[in-house]
């Protein structure tokens, strides 16, 4: 939670590339979703790049597809301006990595309360609330420490 699952053409990114723009891209989306960069949320966060080989995907018109971002988070984190920004972001990145030209289109699938499981356990909005509130404790008693 959150996955991201980005389709590339074969040979459009090197290993290093890729490595940069699943980093970015999962930085992103915590921003979007208003989440602190933890440890436990990076973890949380995975990122796939995926290559469609020559020939497996098109466009109607029998083109090459651009680049295809999908961004899977739990339901009511991220709102139309989020989703907005997040675009914005997310497709600077590709044509970083890219090239300027690149179409890049970004789908967000929104997974409903109830819908999302981690290792046989339903993760619930309650739940991850309580991870963020914890995150922050620690983060305000970590800066009292280096103030004090």
Request: no cysteine; proline share 6%.
């Given at each position: 939670m959150?996955l991201?699952?980005?389709?590339?053409?074969?040979?459009?990114?090197?290993?290093?590339?890729?490595?940069?723009?699943?980093?970015?891209?999962?930085?992103?989306?915590?921003?979007?979703?208003?989440?602190?960069?933890?440890?436990?949320?990076?973890?949380a966060?995975?990122?796939y790049?995926?290559?469609?080989?020559?020939?497996?995907?098109?466009?109607?018109?029998?083109?090459?597809?651009?680049?295809?971002?999908?961004?899977?988070?739990?339901?009511?984190?991220l709102?139309?301006?989020?989703?907005?920004?997040?675009?914005?972001?997310?497709?600077?990145?590709?044509?970083?990595?890219?090239?300027?030209?690149?179409?890049?289109?970004?789908?967000?699938n929104?997974?409903?309360?109830?819908?999302?499981?981690?290792?046989?356990?339903?993760?619930?909005?309650?739940?991850?609330?309580?991870?963020?509130?914890?995150?922050?404790?620690?983060?305000?008693?970590?800066?009292?420490?280096?103030?004090?």
């Amino acid at each position: 939670m959150p996955l991201v699952e980005i389709t590339v053409p074969e040979g459009t990114l090197s290993e290093a590339a890729a490595e940069v723009l699943q980093q970015q891209v999962a930085d992103s989306v915590l921003k979007a979703m208003e989440l602190p960069r933890t440890d436990f949320f990076t973890a949380a966060t995975w990122v796939y790049v995926r290559e469609a080989a020559k020939g497996l995907a098109t466009t109607g018109a029998g083109t090459p597809p651009g680049v295809l971002v999908v961004v899977t988070p739990l339901e009511g984190f991220l709102t139309p301006e989020r989703n907005e920004a997040l675009s914005a972001e997310v497709t600077g990145w590709v044509r970083e990595a890219t090239g300027p030209d690149t179409v890049v289109w970004l789908v967000v699938n929104e997974v409903p309360e109830g819908n999302w499981a981690v290792n046989g356990g339903l993760t619930r909005r309650a739940k991850i609330d309580e991870f963020v509130a914890e995150a922050e404790a620690e983060a305000e008693a970590a800066q009292a420490g280096r103030a004090g």
